[in-house]
């Protein structure tokens, strides 16, 4: 599952919240949103996103618990929300799928920069990871994760 592809990705409408902390909190902020959703009656388009604002230094930000947090999901509208309502930027992106549980995505990373280094791209922004199943309703080896890296020359 480590083939890169290029994909165009468009901007999407989100609801989503940030933070400072560890990652591990990333479960519980998409839960929370989620629950939000459903207690107001707001419709998702798509799958939770995590937006990840550290690229080099992202280990050692997990560690000391000062990695920067984002999570959104797409919103079919603008409503009225705790949360902020924003448009996520789309463009192109470097695309990599990982199998299995999130706490093995290392070496999906890894290639994912073989990947942009040996095409000469550089990683332009923040990387996203879209959650495409749901981890309680699938076994851990068959979790789907959708690694999105905006790049340019």
Known sequence: MNKVNIVEVESNLVMGTKKTGYYKEVGDMIHELFGYAQENDIEFTGPPIFICHETAAAKEAGKKGNAKLEVAFPVKEKVESKYKI??????????????????QCEATYDSLFKWTKEN????????????LNNPNKVKEKEILTQVLAPIGK
């Open 120 to 131: 000469e791209f550089e990683v332009k922004g923040p990387i996203r990871e879209v959650y």
């Open 86 to 103: 924003y448009h996520l930027p789309g463009g192109k992106f470097a695309e990599i799928m990982q199998k299995g549980p999130y706490e």
